[in-house]
């Protein structure tokens, strides 16, 4: 059975950093899409970022050159290091991963960012 378990949110003031990471079990990594997604209060989920099983990246417009996210495939873990963030970054963020035709979530981590 496939899991995916965020951590590393919390509570920050504005141009502080935070790294989340998400440990993946139960399907093939290596072989995986992974991305970091997120959810503001009474919005829709949105992609931040996203890694392929190549390493290529992609990005939201709004966290380019803040946001860079990674993976190790010897861990099965990936990462998303989160520069300056600002109060807007503020949502529950949740990693996603797309193997073959199936798609595995976390239960989200909290990201606040206030003054």
């Known amino acids: 059975q496939a899991h995916l378990v965020e951590s590393g949110g919390g509570l920050v003031q504005p141009g502080e950093s935070l790294r989340l990471s998400c440990a993946a079990s139960?399907?093939?990594?290596?072989?995986?899409?992974m991305a970091w997604y997120r959810q503001a209060p009474g919005k829709e989920r949105d992609l931040v970022a996203g890694?392929?099983?190549?390493?290529?990246?992609n990005y939201d417009d709004s966290v380019t050159g803040r946001f860079a996210i990674s993976r190790d495939n010897a861990k099965n873990m990936t990462y998303l290091q989160m520069n300056n963030l600002k109060p807007e970054d503020t949502a529950v963020y949740y990693c996603?991963?797309?193997?073959?035709?199936?798609?595995?979530w976390g239960q989200g981590t909290q990201v606040t960012v206030s003054p």
């Open positions: 996603g991963a797309t193997w073959l035709n199936y798609e595995y």
């Open positions: 139960g399907f093939k990594f290596s072989m995986s899409a």
């Open positions: 890694i392929l099983e190549d390493g290529r990246t």
